[in-house]
T-cell receptor, first 111, second 114 residues
Framework: AQSVSQHNHHVILSEAASLELGCNYS??????LFWYVQYPGQHLQLLLK??????LVKGIKGFEAEFIKSKFSFNLRKPSVQWSDTAEYFC?????????FGTGTQLKVEL | DAGVTQSPTHLIKTRGQQVTLRCSPK?????VSWYQQALGQGPQFIFQ???????QRGNFPDRFSGHQFPNYSSELNVNALLLGDSALYLC?????????????FGDGTRLSIL
């Protein structure tokens, strides 16, 4: 069975601070990995995805994530956060059909 | 614009009632998945429909059923509602089941059970 663990449930940062959100997954086969973001009052949106190839993937709005197979991790990073990055972030894994999500990380960026 | 549209936006029901939620996928998508998101949790997979058939199912009881129509739109039906069914129900669409392609989500239907 596939599972996803997000260790940071609530994160508060000041603008311009660097961000790293942890994500570890469990899955026995080839996985596709995703980060989704949910801004207040909006639907889930895809930030970035990893299917294969370069383990460092870049997404929208300056976000990137690194797939480390040996650690079963897919951490999300951003060098300098903005107030508009305040949102809930979900890591997800799929082996084909269903997406399995983590519990999410609520990020608050303060001015 | 999400591309995936869900109706209704909000719904209030009482225990024991039945409910039907509707979803129209993003243009060009043929696969629809349903998720339940309880407060403070990540979305939980209910089931996925492709070619009008249920392709995979999560750990949800038979009270949860669905349907996909020839135009790829889908319905989620929940019978004998329980208080614990109160949640945000999300529909997601994608292209071709089994490929791991990104799923696009709708705004969800907020279901409250009294």
């Amino acid at each position: 069975a596939q599972s996803v663990s997000q260790h940071n449930h609530h994160v508060i940062l000041s603008e311009a601070a660097s961000l790293e959100l942890g994500c570890n997954y469990s899955y026995g086969g080839t996985v596709n990995l995703f980060w989704y973001v949910q801004y207040p009052g909006q639907h889930l949106q895809l930030l970035l995805k990893y299917f294969s190839g370069d383990p460092l993937v870049k997404g929208i709005k300056g976000f990137e994530a690194e797939f480390i197979k040996s650690k079963f991790s897919f951490n999300l990073r951003k060098p300098s956060v903005q107030w508009s990055d305040t949102a809930e972030y979900f890591c997800a894994v799929t082996g084909g059909n269903k997406l399995t999500f983590g519990t999410g990380t609520q990020l608050k960026v303060e001015l | 614009d999400a591309g995936v549209t869900q109706s209704p936006t909000h719904l209030i029901k009482t225990r024991g009632q039945q409910v039907t939620l509707r979803c129209s996928p993003k243009s060009g998508h043929d696969t629809v998945s349903w998720y339940q998101q309880a407060l403070g949790q990540g979305p939980q997979f209910i089931f996925q429909y492709y070619e009008e058939e249920e392709r995979q199912r999560g750990n949800f009881p038979d009270r949860f059923s669905g349907h996909q129509f020839p135009n790829y739109s889908s319905e989620l039906n929940v019978n004998a509602l329980l208080l614990g069914d109160s949640a945000l129900y999300l529909c997601a669409s994608s292209l071709r089941t089994g490929t791991g392609q990104p799923q696009h989500f709708g705004d969800g239907t907020r279901l409250s059970i009294l």
